[in-house]
């Protein structure tokens, strides 16, 4: 039995698996210049691509409904190995079907690893629940501050086709997690032990709260979408080479870390709709900074923008999990699906909207959709187990 003990061996154990899978899934963002280029890609085509990689999220639900069946070891194994060999495999795709094939199996097994993952982390956390989901963030998104960093490196190095090799670190990696992972009963972390109950009941219960979620999600999407998957276009097209594009990348990601990592205990204390409703007033305003910035403060600025873009998804990982429900796989479940399919639609949005009136104005509009997320915290409260 758990005891409320923060295991911190287990629970840096599946945060170093999320460190590797994020690794190798954020490969598609820092290299995209040079895939538009080869393939003769508008901005609406790339950010299709992006959709690509996200569609899978929406077997989330599924994939929640059925998580007492899994083999959730396994996942924590192979989803990571997966990605890693078809991430390193982008960069030789000889046409789109190819590429387009690669990225949605990245997208399958993030939707398995994302769904299973935080649900073991909240177990083997305690009643620290926003500290382990720092933990967690932590390693998914110092991955994805390297990852821009490793996949440039390796064009610098091998070419675009040459990034194959980066495959066999994430099998070596994957063979030391087999030996590191101890098989568990799974039941216990997909429905605490009890019988499984119709997942459409789950939904319904919780359905206010779900749509609560998705406004706050839907309204600052945008922003997080536009930057994470353009960034580098976008300075690209300011006349920035594709290696300043992935620092920039890098120093959005570094920050995006380290305020996941402190934002989850913050919000232990402070209370989580008390911390979403300060990254909701925050982050329009540093948008609208950035975008009428040069390079050099632009730089700065993506510090601040890391922080309180990023930050949130502890909290709310956290916020999820403490509902009540009985049904904790299928609580994530729905919290993943919202992530991804909010994302998607921001991204795929971004490049239509890119394509008719410029990143620039883009962004602009990001920001200022943004403060929408402002009143959705007092909603998400008002629906919410959690008052503070």
């Not at 080479?241 to 870390?257: D, E, N, P, W």
Request: with cysteine; glycine share 10%.
């Amino acid at each position: 039995m758990n005891q409320g003990i923060f295991k911190s061996s287990k629970v840096a154990t599946i945060s170093t698996s999320h460190f590797l899978h994020d690794v190798y899934s954020s490969f598609l963002a820092p290299i995209l210049p040079l895939i538009i280029d080869k393939f003769g890609l508008s901005l609406s085509g790339a950010s299709i691509l992006s959709l690509v990689q996200q569609l899978p999220s929406f077997l989330s639900l599924f994939i929640g409904a059925v998580a007492h069946k899994l083999p959730w070891r396994w996942i924590i194994i192979l989803a990571p190995v997966i990605t890693g060999i078809c991430g390193s495999l982008i960069g030789i795709a000889e046409n789109t079907y190819i590429l387009g094939i690669l990225l949605f199996t990245i997208g399958i097994c993030s939707a398995a690893f994302h769904v299973t993952a935080p649900v073991m982390i909240k177990y083997f956390s305690g009643k620290q629940s926003g500290k382990g989901m720092s933990w967690y963030m932590l390693g998914g998104e110092v991955a994805r501050m390297l990852g821009p960093i490793i996949i440039v490196s390796a064009v610098s190095y091998w070419q675009l086709e040459g990034t194959w090799r980066l495959m066999f670190p994430a099998m070596a990696a994957g063979l030391t997690l087999f030996f590191v992972i101890e098989n568990l009963p799974y039941q216990k972390f997909a429905n605490n032990g009890q019988k499984p109950i119709n997942w459409w009941s789950t939904i319904i219960e919780y359905r206010y709260f779900f749509i609560a979620l998705t406004l706050y999600m839907l309204f600052r999407s945008l922003m997080k979408g536009s930057l994470a998957t353009f960034l580098p276009t976008y300075l690209g097209l300011k006349g920035s080479s594709l290696f300043t594009g992935a620092v920039a990348l890098s120093i959005l990601q570094g920050a995006a870390a380290f305020g996941s990592f402190v934002m989850g205990g913050i919000s232990d204390k402070i209370g989580r709709t008390r911390s979403l409703l300060i990254l909701a007033i925050a982050s329009p305003v540093l948008m609208l900074l950035f975008v009428f910035s040069g390079l050099v403060i632009q730089m700065i600025l993506l510090l601040l923008l890391g922080v309180v873009l990023y930050a949130t998804t502890p909290v709310l990982l956290a916020l999820v999990l403490e509902q009540g429900s009985n049904q904790p796989a299928m609580m994530n479940a729905g919290f993943t699906t919202i992530n991804f399919a909010t994302n998607a639609i921001a991204v795929l949005f971004t490049g239509i909207l890119g394509d008719i009136i410029g990143l620039d104005m883009t962004l602009q509009i990001a920001a200022f959709i943004a403060i929408g997320a402002i009143p959705s915290v007092f909603y998400l409260k008002k629906h919410s187990v959690v008052k503070n």
